[in-house]
């Protein structure tokens, strides 16, 4: 097994940064809440903690707290903002409101070139997000580096592996926090740089062996990445005892279902069913506009499908999904404060009865991890670099109530927008595009007569984990060239509009 970092998790809106930055470093991390037990803390055997930010401030009553005892384990700790915080209020000194809340770039001055600053130039650019700042810090620490309004950004314990500071290391706005975060793993901690794909792959089919054994494992294959990367991952392991099942719930992309078989192809020993269930979906969904419903509805008809073909199966007694860690981490709150954004099918859509068993082998992955997995796995460039499709499929792209006409609009859409993508040579250069058919027409005019017909909107966005995204600014003239093919060949549609929304405050998906 690999060492491990755990990461207290205060609710911070970059919790899951500092993850992504420990994993691009080769070295395996988990989130917890913060409120995890002693027991269960020792249980894991981390190498080190790290303590994330929060929105909640030490003084306040109720504020989130660890158990006290985690300063006596005796490996090393570092706090980050919240976490600096905490350490400076638990070991006696003194935090309050900051005179000058510092939120943005700041410009840090390193006092000690060494520790964490090893190799670093003494005056560094940080991303500050903080309202409470240390006062005065503990008897046995020490500063290390300061800003114009933070005289205490960053200190450590002159005996203890016991580190902090008041900025962001882990946000990219922080040009030199992946070295910081380096030195604090492997000159402090002294861990090892070596979980990778390969490292991933292997345990994770000497897992899947032992929990499968000699049954058999249902597993949806939707032809997105995580569910390819899920498939090959399992065949991998235990072959043909992997039944995958393509269920086409009316609610794909246009000619998915051949698409799927053909990047399958040059699998050798892979093959799959596929399960016509449009009709079944489709008349579930009748008359349904609100996305969680649409969403619990969708989870509820796919074990339906799963459980009946698993009859064929009867040694089949888990069901794999795809379900990865945003999805998790969106789904569900880690430490209790933190608001819900919205269910996933694959998570919090499935029914609490359900015969079949759950195996996720890629749940605590992000999605370019999962990429690096499947090229390991040596799927096909086409199939890894596929853009993220939502398990509920266009369901929750149809911002209405859900009929085959409004699926197969927004089918044709979306085949010109991605098919137009391609042939300019920038499908590659976004992470995710998709079209949205919108629950509103407008006036128009084609041929010199009135219309009054529907409006879509085309959604483009760069990010690394789906956790953040910025929109895509593609060249006008490929907007203007998709939007008169849609209203040229989409029989319904007049107006095309283009999403400039980031993520936060928008998410990626409309629904």
Same mark, same amino acid.
């Given at each position: 097994?690999?060492?491990?970092?755990?990461?207290?998790?205060?609710?911070?809106?970059?919790?899951?940064?500092?993850?992504?930055?420990?994993?691009?470093?080769?070295?395996?991390?988990?989130?917890?809440?913060?409120?995890?037990?002693?027991?269960?803390?020792?249980?894991?055997?981390?190498?080190?903690?790290?303590?994330?930010?929060?929105?909640?401030?030490?003084?306040? #009553?109720?504020?989130?707290?660890?158990?006290?005892?985690?300063?006596?384990?005796?490996?090393?700790?570092?706090?980050?903002?919240?976490?600096?915080?905490?350490?400076?209020?638990?070991?006696?000194?003194?935090?309050?409101?900051?005179?000058?809340?510092?939120?943005?770039?700041?410009?840090?001055?390193?006092?000690?070139?060494?520790?964490?600053?090893?190799?670093?130039?003494?005056?560094?650019?940080?991303?500050?997000?903080?309202?409470?700042?240390?006062?005065?810090?503990?008897?046995?620490?020490?500063?290390?580096?300061?800003?114009? =309004?933070?005289?205490?950004?960053?200190?450590?314990?002159?005996?203890?592996?016991?580190?902090?500071?008041?900025?962001?290391?882990?946000?990219?706005?922080?040009?030199?926090?992946?070295?910081?975060?380096?030195? /604090?793993?492997?000159?402090?901690?002294?861990?090892?740089?070596?979980?990778?794909?390969?490292?991933?792959?292997?345990?994770?089919?000497?897992?899947?062996?032992?929990?499968?054994?000699?049954?058999?494992?249902?597993?949806?294959?939707?032809?997105?990445?995580?569910?390819?990367?899920?498939?090959?991952?399992?065949?991998?392991?235990?072959?043909?005892?992997?039944?995958?099942?393509?269920?086409?719930?009316?609610?794909?992309?246009?000619?998915?279902?051949?698409?799927?078989?053909?990047?399958?192809?040059?699998?050798?020993? /892979?093959?799959?069913?596929?399960? =016509?269930?449009?009709?079944?979906?489709?008349?579930?969904?009748?008359?349904?506009?609100?996305?969680?419903?649409?969403?619990?509805?969708?989870?509820?008809?796919?074990?339906?499908?799963?459980?009946?073909?698993?009859?064929?199966?009867?040694?089949?007694?888990?069901?794999?999904?795809?379900?990865?860690? +945003?999805?998790?981490?969106?789904?569900?709150?880690?430490?209790? +404060?933190?608001?819900?954004?919205?269910?996933?099918?694959?998570?919090?859509?499935?029914?609490?009865?359900?015969?079949?068993?759950?195996?996720? +082998?890629?749940?605590?992955?992000?999605?370019?991890?999962?990429?690096?997995?499947?090229?390991?796995?040596?799927?096909?460039?086409?199939?890894?670099?596929?853009? +993220?499709?939502?398990? #509920?499929?266009?369901?929750?792209?149809?911002?209405?109530?859900?009929?085959?006409?409004?699926?197969?609009?927004?089918?044709?859409?979306?085949?010109?927008?991605?098919?137009?993508?391609?042939?300019?040579?920038?499908?590659?250069?976004?992470?995710?595009?998709?079209?949205?058919?919108?629950?509103?027409?407008?006036?128009?005019?084609?041929?010199?007569?009135?219309?009054?017909?529907?409006?879509?909107?085309?959604?483009?966005?760069?990010?690394?984990?789906?956790?953040?995204?910025?929109?895509?600014?593609?060249?006008?003239?490929?907007?203007?060239?998709?939007?008169?093919?849609?209203? =040229?060949?989409?029989?319904?549609? =007049?107006?095309?509009?283009?999403?400039?929304?980031?993520?936060?405050?928008?998410?990626?998906?409309?629904?």
């Amino acid at each position: 097994m690999h060492e491990l970092i755990l990461i207290l998790d205060f609710g911070s809106q970059y919790t899951q940064l500092i993850a992504r930055m420990v994993r691009s470093l080769n070295v395996y991390c988990e989130i917890v809440p913060y409120s995890i037990s002693l027991d269960l803390l020792r249980s894991k055997q981390p190498k080190a903690l790290i303590l994330s930010g929060s929105p909640a401030s030490v003084n306040q #009553p109720g504020a989130p707290k660890p158990v006290q005892d985690i300063w006596q384990l005796g490996i090393p700790i570092l706090g980050i903002c919240y976490g600096m915080q905490l350490m400076v209020d638990y070991f006696g000194g003194e935090v309050s409101k900051a005179e000058k809340k510092e939120y943005g770039r700041s410009e840090l001055m390193v006092d000690h070139v060494s520790g964490l600053f090893t190799g670093m130039q003494a005056k560094q650019t940080v991303w500050m997000s903080h309202g409470d700042e240390a006062k005065a810090i503990p008897a046995g620490f020490h500063r290390l580096a300061h800003t114009e =309004n933070a005289q205490f950004a960053a200190i450590a314990h002159a005996e203890k592996p016991f580190y902090a500071l008041q900025f962001h290391p882990e946000v990219v706005h922080t040009p030199n926090g992946s070295q910081i975060i380096a030195n /604090f793993l492997f000159s402090i901690t002294g861990v090892k740089s070596d979980w990778t794909p390969a490292s991933f792959v292997e345990e994770t089919i000497q897992t899947i062996r032992e929990q499968v054994q000699d049954k058999q494992v249902i597993l949806g294959l939707s032809g997105g990445v995580d569910s390819s990367v899920a498939a090959a991952l399992l065949h991998k392991a235990i072959g043909e005892r992997l039944k995958p099942i393509f269920v086409d719930t009316g609610l794909l992309r246009k000619n998915e279902a051949e698409k799927v078989a053909e990047m399958f192809s040059t699998l050798p020993g /892979f093959s799959f069913e596929t399960v =016509n269930a449009g009709d079944l979906f489709l008349s579930r969904l009748a008359g349904i506009s609100d996305p969680e419903e649409k969403r619990k509805i969708i989870g509820a008809a796919f074990i339906e499908v799963f459980e009946k073909e698993a009859k064929a199966y009867p040694e089949a007694i888990f069901l794999a999904q795809g379900t990865l860690y +945003p999805d998790v981490i969106e789904s569900v709150s880690f430490n209790g +404060p933190s608001v819900t954004i919205k269910s996933h099918h694959n998570v919090g859509g499935l029914p609490e009865k359900m015969k079949l068993k759950l195996i996720e +082998p890629l749940r605590e992955l992000f999605k370019d991890e999962v990429r690096a997995v499947g090229r390991e796995l040596g799927l096909p460039e086409e199939l890894i670099s596929r853009h +993220p499709f939502p398990g #509920p499929g266009l369901a929750v792209r149809i911002i209405s109530d859900i009929t085959p006409q409004k699926v197969k609009l927004l089918q044709e859409i979306d085949d010109i927008f991605i098919s137009e993508l391609l042939s300019w040579n920038l499908y590659n250069t976004t992470w995710q595009a998709f079209a949205v058919l919108l629950p509103i027409q407008s006036v128009g005019v084609m041929g010199d007569e009135r219309t009054y017909e529907n409006v879509c909107a085309l959604r483009a966005v760069n990010s690394q984990d789906g956790m953040t995204a910025d929109w895509t600014e593609f060249p006008f003239a490929f907007l203007k060239k998709v939007s008169n093919r849609i209203i =040229n060949e989409v029989t319904g549609v =007049n107006r095309v509009v283009y999403d400039i929304s980031s993520k936060p405050p928008a998410t990626i998906e409309w629904e």
